[in-house]
């Protein structure tokens, strides 16, 4: 019997959207649980997650999706990528990196994405979900110590005083630790103003570029 046929990408995104035009969660589920199964984790998260939830938001801004489609739909794939995660950790045995936003920023699927991909590449992810005020960050990092903190910025940075928390965390965190941060906003970080091994990352590759190097450093 000839293997059955990889998911295409372009395809899944496709009647993600007629899915969710239709109320149809149990059709968003199974396209969900098929992507996850059948593509490699990182065109899973390139190709199609990140690519349908973009267009499902700019959906609901353009008054094309109600909110509970676009809730529906996002639902639907918070539950899945959880899942996954939960399969990748039982055999990750790499460096800890945790996966959170500041206080403020309530957008999570950045974290939740980018853990889903680490884990599935052998690290011990820590996800600890959105808003999380940086003594707090502090308080699990100094009693559970991991090598990276990777924090998803999708609010402008001025809203939350980005520079602010991450002048903050930077003094409560080890020197060791690094961190993180990328996302939509993190273009408008200003770099100049960075704490010392605080990092912006621009995109995927940027991203999988540091957890190569993290995994080389440790080893």
């Known amino acids: 019997m000839d293997p059955k046929p990889a998911p295409v990408p372009e395809q899944i995104v496709a009647g993600l959207l007629a899915a969710a035009d239709d109320f149809d969660m149990e059709a968003c589920d199974r396209l969900v649980v098929a992507a996850v199964a059948g593509l490699d984790p990182l065109v899973l998260i390139r190709d199609v997650v990140s690519p349908v939830l973009r267009e499902a938001g700019n959906r609901w801004?353009?008054?094309?999706?109600?909110?509970?489609?676009?809730?529906?739909?996002?639902?639907?794939?918070?539950?899945?990528?959880?899942?996954?995660?939960?399969?990748?950790?039982?055999?990750?045995?790499?460096?800890?990196?945790?996966?959170?936003?500041?206080?403020?920023?309530?957008?999570?699927?950045?974290?939740?994405?980018?853990a889903v991909l680490a884990a599935s590449r052998g690290f011990r992810a820590i996800y600890l979900g959105p808003d999380l005020p940086p003594h707090e960050i502090g308080r699990f990092c100094a009693r559970r110590p991991v090598a990276a903190l990777a924090l998803s910025l999708v609010t402008q940075p001025g809203v939350i005083d980005a520079h602010g928390q991450l002048s903050e965390l930077r003094k409560l965190v080890a020197a060791g630790i690094e961190i993180w941060v990328a996302g939509q906003a993190v273009g408008l970080l200003a770099r100049h103003d960075l704490p010392a091994g605080v990092e912006a990352i621009n995109d995927l590759a940027g991203f999988i570029e540091r957890l190569t190097r993290l995994r080389t450093r440790k080893a």
């Open 61 to 114: 801004h353009r008054g094309e999706m109600s909110v509970v489609q676009e809730h529906m739909l996002s639902g639907v794939v918070r539950r899945q990528l959880s899942n996954a995660l939960d399969r990748y950790l039982q055999t990750a045995d790499g460096p800890s990196v945790l996966f959170t936003t500041l206080s403020g920023e309530r957008h999570e699927m950045g974290g939740l994405m980018g």
